[in-house]
């Protein structure tokens, strides 16, 4: 019985092992997965800290453009990881060797094209939660 | 003029890997060209540096006479390319991987859906074209993005080991496809592959290729006689011990296998065959079962580098040096 334990939790802590090893083999990815959390802590914590200072009393309205830029930021991350997928694969090998392909451009504008479609429904659910939203062309480009 | 042709070429990965050292390659026009060598040998490095992926370190590259340092773009609309893992995007269905690749060609709105439809009609898709490409097997993958590579209309087809993974069914099937668009349109195939079979059964030219440098050249069958030995295997009834020594007395080299059937290594099989039987039979030795084992260039390859095909370690270091590279 004792036996079958000691290889059951054998079994399970080889689990965690291989996870570790492979953090070993590659300690960047422990610094990539930290971006988020961090920026929440450092950036987006001390930002919110101040907005009683700054006498904001519509919070919703407040921090929907900064979801919005968040949700982009992080949507370019991703972007920029599958990117780096798609080396590994082999639809960068074939574009690099197609004729007319602009990768960087049209990736890119890829990206954004996609990123839209997530702050149109960020916008949305802060509208149906009644922030204010401006329709002041004005102030949409000075932000 | 030749359609691919390679002189001197170098490449060393930032690494310090030697992956190609001193190449020197000439694809005739029309050709179906096979580069055949072990998973590490430069095959893949060599078909990037053509397909003007990744630059060389030293030597010259002309595609149809032009050199694919300064003409890189009128190189690339002059070939069609395959590379070794999947250039499609799963979640698109087989129509729409097409149509992507057909825009980013720059093939004319008029006549896309004409070239799309005839190259997917071609390799044998055309009821999978609406379907996701996820749900496709391995061989239909492949089929399509040959397709894909079809419709810019290429002089020059490029493919890095395009069955790797396949069953045999689908492997012959993409040969089978690929002959036939050759024979249709004359253009010109260059392929990568570690199948020995497939090189000789396709392939009207191969370059074996080791450890970055093309170590022999030919068709099939002259690589075969010039580097070859084919065998005569017996099976007797009768004193195996004897009859070696009397075909050691004809001069013929004789060992005995582990099933206790006799090889012998000849020139020419065929000829020697009934001189052979004769021999034997005329000491009483009955010769139950004769048959000619043909070399193959997997004893070619193996005559010339003293190693098999498989070298797995020097695959992933030169798989690694690519990974820094792009």
Redesign the interface.
């Known amino acids: 019985m004792n036996y079958k334990k000691t290889k059951t939790f054998m079994s399970i802590l080889a689990m965690v092992e291989m996870e570790l090893r492979r953090v070993w083999h590659d300690p960047v990815e422990i610094i990539t997965r930290a971006v988020q959390p961090v920026l929440w802590v450092t950036v987006f914590s001390v930002v919110m800290a101040h907005r009683v200072n700054l006498g904001v009393q519509d919070y919703t309205s407040f921090i929907a453009p900064g979801v919005v830029f968040q949700s982009a930021t992080f949507i370019a991350l991703a972007y920029g990881i599958m990117m780096v997928f798609e080396?590994?694969?082999?639809?960068?090998?074939?574009?690099?060797?197609?004729?007319?392909?602009n990768i960087v451009i049209g990736r890119t504008l890829a990206g954004s094209v996609r990123a839209s479609t997530q702050y149109i429904i960020v916008l949305a659910s802060a509208a149906l939660v009644s922030a204010k939203l401006t329709d002041n062309p004005l102030l949409l480009i000075a932000g | 003029m030749p359609a691919i042709e390679v002189r001197d070429l170098v490449k060393v990965y930032s690494g310090g890997v030697v992956a190609l050292n001193g190449v020197n390659l000439t694809v005739e026009e029309g050709a179906f060209h096979a580069i055949l060598g072990p998973n590490g040998a430069g095959k893949t490095t060599l078909i990037?540096i053509i397909?003007?992926?990744i630059k060389p370190t030293k030597g010259t590259i002309k595609v149809f006479s032009f050199d694919i340092s300064s003409y890189g773009?009128r190189v690339?609309?002059l070939?069609g390319?395959?590379?070794?893992?999947?250039?499609?995007?799963t979640d698109l269905t087989g129509y729409e991987n097409a149509t992507i690749?057909a825009k980013?060609?720059?093939i004319e709105s008029s006549r896309r859906a004409n070239v799309i439809d005839e190259a997917l009609e071609f390799m044998g898709l055309r009821d999978a074209a609406k379907r996701l490409v996820k749900t496709y097997s391995g061989g239909m993958i492949r089929r399509l993005?040959i397709a894909i590579a079809l419709i810019s209309r290429p002089r020059l087809i490029i493919l890095d080991e395009p069955t790797i993974g396949l069953d045999p069914r689908a492997r012959m099937l993409i040969w089978e496809r690929l002959l036939a668009y050759k024979k249709e349109y004359g253009i010109t195939i260059f392929f990568a592959t570690h199948y020995m079979d497939e090189a000789d059964k396709y392939a009207d030219m191969v370059s074996l290729i080791n450890r970055g440098k093309i170590i022999a050249e030919g068709r099939p069958l002259e690589l075969r006689k010039a580097y070859g030995v084919d065998k005569i295997v017996l099976r007797i009834d009768g004193d195996v011990e004897k009859a070696k020594e009397i075909l050691s007395g004809l001069d013929f080299n004789a060992r005995t296998d582990n099933n206790g059937e006799i090889s012998i290594v000849v020139k020419e099989p065929s000829a020697a065959l009934p001189k052979v039987i004769e021999n034997l039979n005329s000491s009483d030795i009955t010769v139950l079962e004769a048959r000619i084992v043909e070399a193959s260039l997997d004893d070619v390859f193996i005559k010339l580098t003293g190693e098999g095909i498989f070298e797995e370690e020097e695959m992933e270091r030169i798989r690694e040096s690519c990974?820094q590279e792009?």
């Not at chain 1, 080396?87 to 392909?101: I, M, Q, T, W």
Request: net charge positive; charged share 30%.
């Open positions: 080396r590994e694969s082999g639809v960068l090998k074939r574009l690099l060797s197609s004729p007319r392909a | 990037r397909t003007t992926q773009n690339r609309e070939i390319y395959v590379p070794q893992e999947m250039s499609l995007w690749y980013i060609y720059g993005e990974r792009v």
